[in-house]
């Protein structure tokens, strides 16, 4: 450990940021840099969330989250274990994002086996879990900079840690996106500690390498908090996605009716695999989206695209509707289900 805090000591010095001395002309420079980072940053990651559909919420709808990280900092700031942070997602975080759905499922938990499985709970839960991390790791970071920026160092330290039990909880998440920066501010931040212990609290202690890491947690966590945000929102068309590939599973007898070649009739058997499997789609089939009875397919093929337009009918043994592609061609499609879906 002596040694990564010596490596690390010589790599900030030999940036001309010394531990030990007051903030050279060099380094100030890169606090203006900072703030300016951070504003293109975000301003980047909103534009990076994913465009609404005609039925989806606007992009006006996303919450406040940077609100929401302030008014329950303190809350952020207990979390010791994965209960107690779902525990918070459930009463307090998913609402406040606008999640009281995805909320109340894991409230009810635990579920039989079959409905937990369709309502992809133990996703949701892991889900829930990651934000409530990247929204801790965004405090974090938040109260560091801001406390650096103020030159409060000496709080710093070690109150905007939280409890050790915090700590463990964070350096945990090991998979998490921000765990590298994490530890990246925590090596810099035991250097200014071991510095003020040895030399005296009244040591100057150099601002930059603190700002630059935490700006650095702060961005990565809350880009992480965004997506699993918007991973969660997404959490019921996703079930409905399942729902609706379950239902086409299995194989297909389509009969197509071509208006645009002399009426001509052709038939063809597929056969669609299970919902949520790893194989790759149907060779040609680019886009397939089904909600409810609706059925969207568009297939591209050396060059052509045709769309299908489809309902299901006969408690799902039937697709009923019409096609339209590319080289002119228009007209019906009927199809029957022949053969189950094979897991």
Same mark, same amino acid.
């Given at each position: 450990?002596?040694?990564?805090?010596?490596?690390?000591?010589?790599?900030?010095?030999?940036?001309?940021?010394?531990?030990?001395?007051?903030l050279?002309?060099?380094c100030?420079?890169?606090?203006?840099?900072?703030?300016?980072?951070?504003?293109?940053?975000?301003?980047?990651?909103?534009?990076?969330?994913?465009?609404?559909?005609?039925?989806?919420?606007?992009?006006?709808s996303?919450?406040?989250i940077p609100?929401?990280?302030?008014?329950?900092?303190?809350?952020?700031?207990?979390?010791?274990?994965?209960?107690e942070?779902?525990?918070?997602?459930? %009463? =307090?975080?998913? $609402?406040?994002?606008?999640?009281?759905d995805? *909320?109340?499922? /894991?409230?009810?938990l635990?579920?039989? +086996?079959?409905?937990?499985?369709?309502?992809?709970?133990?996703?949701?839960?892991?889900?829930?879990?990651?934000?409530?991390?990247?929204?801790?790791?965004?405090?974090?970071?938040?109260?560091?900079?801001?406390a650096?920026?103020?030159?409060?160092?000496?709080?710093?330290?070690?109150?905007?840690?939280?409890?050790?039990?915090?700590?463990?909880?964070?350096?945990?998440?090991?998979?998490?996106?921000?765990?590298?920066a994490?530890?990246?501010?925590?090596?810099?931040?035991?250097?200014?500690?071991?510095?003020?212990?040895?030399?005296?609290? %009244? =040591?100057?202690? $150099?601002?930059?390498?603190?700002?630059?890491? *935490?700006?650095? /947690?702060?961005?990565?966590a809350?880009? +992480?908090?965004?997506?699993?945000?918007?991973?969660?929102?997404?959490?019921?068309?996703?079930?409905?996605?399942?729902?609706?590939?379950?239902?086409?599973?299995?194989?297909?007898?389509?009969?197509?009716?071509?208006?645009?070649?002399?009426?001509?009739?052709?038939?063809?058997?597929?056969?669609?695999?299970?919902?949520?499997?790893?194989?790759?789609?149907?060779?040609?089939?680019?886009?397939?989206?089904?909600?409810?009875?609706?059925?969207?397919?568009?297939?591209?093929?050396?060059?052509?695209?045709?769309?299908?337009?489809?309902?299901?009918s006969?408690?799902?043994?039937?697709?009923?509707?019409?096609?339209?592609n590319?080289?002119?061609?228009?007209?019906?499609?009927?199809?029957?289900?022949?053969?189950?879906c094979?897991?």
């Amino acid at each position: 450990m002596v040694r990564k805090v010596s490596r690390l000591r010589e790599r900030l010095e030999a940036g001309g940021c010394q531990l030990d001395a007051r903030l050279p002309r060099a380094c100030r420079p890169a606090l203006m840099k900072i703030g300016f980072i951070l504003v293109i940053a975000s301003a980047s990651l909103f534009g990076a969330l994913p465009h609404a559909g005609a039925d989806e919420s606007l992009p006006g709808s996303i919450p406040d989250i940077p609100s929401v990280v302030r008014t329950y900092a303190d809350q952020l700031t207990e979390i010791e274990s994965d209960k107690e942070a779902t525990s918070l997602f459930i %009463s =307090t975080i998913g $609402p406040a994002l606008q999640l009281s759905d995805a *909320a109340r499922t /894991l409230g009810a938990l635990p579920l039989p +086996a079959k409905v937990s499985k369709e309502l992809l709970a133990p996703d949701l839960a892991a889900a829930a879990l990651r934000l409530m991390g990247s929204l801790a790791a965004w405090h974090f970071a938040s109260s560091v900079r801001q406390a650096a920026g103020d030159q409060q160092l000496r709080m710093v330290t070690e109150p905007l840690f939280g409890s050790p039990r915090t700590r463990a909880w964070l350096d945990q998440q090991e998979k998490a996106p921000w765990h590298d920066a994490l530890q990246q501010l925590s090596g810099v931040m035991d250097i200014l500690e071991s510095t003020k212990r040895n030399q005296g609290n %009244s =040591t100057a202690v $150099p601002l930059v390498p603190v700002l630059e890491r *935490a700006t650095r /947690l702060e961005l990565v966590a809350m880009q +992480a908090g965004y997506q699993e945000w918007d991973r969660i929102r997404n959490w019921k068309d996703q079930i409905r996605r399942l729902r609706g590939q379950a239902r086409l599973c299995g194989t297909w007898q389509w009969t197509i009716h071509n208006h645009h070649q002399h009426h001509r009739e052709q038939k063809a058997s597929i056969q669609f695999p299970p919902a949520g499997s790893t194989q790759a789609m149907l060779p040609g089939l680019a886009e397939m989206i089904i909600l409810g009875d609706n059925v969207y397919l568009r297939w591209e093929i050396d060059g052509r695209v045709q769309e299908d337009s489809l309902q299901f009918s006969k408690e799902g043994q039937r697709l009923e509707g019409t096609f339209i592609n590319s080289q002119g061609g228009w007209g019906s499609i009927s199809g029957k289900k022949t053969a189950d879906c094979v897991p």
